[in-house]
């Protein structure tokens, strides 16, 4: 894992907990304590309510794709070993969406609508990312 050469994440004191999460093949979202809202990517301050009584809840890792892309070419040479890349706009159960690949799927195959889950890569020894595949 140590060759990993793609950029990795900045770790924030705020976004700690999620990384954490990612480590042990867990997605959480942030919640708003104050507003109930369900946030995501995570921040410091809600941004319905700009609370900063913020806390964590274990998502199911389950949602649908709502749009997405696929990329043949053209990438930064780290990339290039993934091609074609599948880039998704997905709504988690949870209400929110998020952007991220879409692995283990051929291209023609992904749609609109299509049922996925999370999965993780572990990159490096400190950072598993999360991604999503076709549901089973």
Known sequence: MSD?????????????????AAKSHQLVIQTCSDCDARIFFPRQQCPKCWS???????????GEIYAFSVTYEGVEQPFADDLPIILAWVDLEEGIRMQTNIVDCDP???SIGMQVEVTFQDVTDEISLPFFRPAK
Do not use: R
């Open 52 to 62: 900063e009584n913020l806390d964590w809840m274990k998502a199911s890792g389950k």
């Open 108 to 110: 023609d195959d992904v």
């Open 4 to 20: 990993y050469k793609k950029p990795l994440p900045k770790i924030q004191p705020y976004s700690q907990a999620f990384w954490d």
